[in-house]
């Protein structure tokens, strides 16, 4: 401040403090720094060449103080960051969707990548950190993975509004007797869990149709194919289109798990993202 106003006084106004605070700091500086910084010039102050010199690394310095302080600011309101997501079919098609738009209206300087495979795959990317987290299926190998519940929820059945099952309350396995059924991949732990549940009252899965994803059978479904035991999460974006969705009652759930890669700190950003996914989960979850 003194080399910018050229009097001890001036730079004591502009700082507020007293002129012999001033005085007593220059004395100070050019002591410990073994230098004459300033040449007296009728009450004035002239910085000597090596006050200049100084000045330049000061001014460096402050400038990259600033540029922290900035950072600093960015980071709490997430400006400019990445978030890189990976979900599996049924999350990108039921809470993702509300999840990603809630974020990004609270963070639109936020840009979200979403990366939907299967869990094999983004097992694979969470090694490579191509992704921050992940959300899987239940058949995921989660060794070497730091993971935990995220959702288990009932099974549904679901049936065109015409159809007679459509006014029940629940449908049973003895319910499915030579129904045709739209049927997820037989080796898709949920599916297991239907065919035990409809074997265990005699009854042989009438399937007519075989997909890996929950989206494709409601689908299907709604186009008059036929039935199917599906993700309730993923159902409830087809009941508006005219798809009806019953709990199914028997033992079979469907369930998600979320993973990190050990010893990975988890941003900001991507602990309220995953906050937010909780919350869109407990208001679409079935009751």
């Given at each position: 401040m003194v080399m910018r106003v050229g009097t001890t006084g001036g730079a004591a106004a502009a700082l507020h403090v007293s002129q012999p605070a001033i005085t007593q700091l220059v004395h100070q500086l050019e002591a410990r720094a073994g230098l004459r910084l300033f040449d007296r010039q009728k009450g004035r102050l002239a910085p000597?060449?090596?006050?200049?010199?100084?000045?330049?690394?000061v001014e460096r310095v402050y400038?990259?103080?600033?540029?922290?302080q900035r950072k600093i600011a960015a980071l709490r309101s997430h400006e400019d960051a990445v978030l890189r997501v990976g979900s599996l079919h049924a999350m990108a098609a039921s809470v993702m969707p509300w999840a990603v738009a809630q974020f990004q209206r609270s963070y639109p300087r936020t840009r979200c990548?979403?990366?939907?495979?299967?869990?094999?795959?983004?097992?694979?990317a969470l090694f490579r950190g191509t992704v921050d987290f992940a959300f899987l299926g239940d058949e995921a190998d989660v060794s070497g993975l730091t993971s935990s519940m995220f959702y288990e929820v009932q099974a549904a059945c679901v049936m065109q509004a015409t159809h007679p099952l459509a006014r029940r309350a629940i449908v049973s396995?003895?319910?499915?007797?030579?129904?045709?059924?739209v049927a997820l991949s037989a080796?898709?732990?949920?599916?297991?869990r239907v065919v035990v549940a409809l074997q265990a009252v005699g009854i042989t899965p009438y399937t007519i149709i075989e997909t890996p994803y929950s989206t494709t059978q409601c689908a299907l479904v709604l186009a008059g194919t036929g039935l199917a035991i599906t993700n309730p999460l993923v159902a409830r974006e087809y009941v508006p289109?005219?798809?009806?969705?019953?709990?199914?009652?028997?033992?079979?759930?469907?369930?998600?798990l979320l993973a990190f890669k050990p010893q990975r700190a988890q941003s900001r950003a991507?602990?309220?993202?995953?906050?937010?996914?909780?919350?869109?989960?407990?208001?679409?979850a079935p009751t």
């Open positions: 000597t060449p090596e006050a200049l010199a100084l000045m330049e690394e400038d990259g103080l600033e540029a922290v990548i979403l990366t939907v495979d299967s869990s094999a795959a983004l097992r694979q396995p003895r319910d499915l007797r030579d129904v045709p059924l080796t898709d732990p949920a599916q297991l289109l005219g798809l009806r969705c019953v709990p199914f009652d028997a033992p079979v759930v469907f369930r998600a991507a602990q309220e993202f995953i906050a937010m996914c909780r919350a869109v989960l407990v208001r679409h």
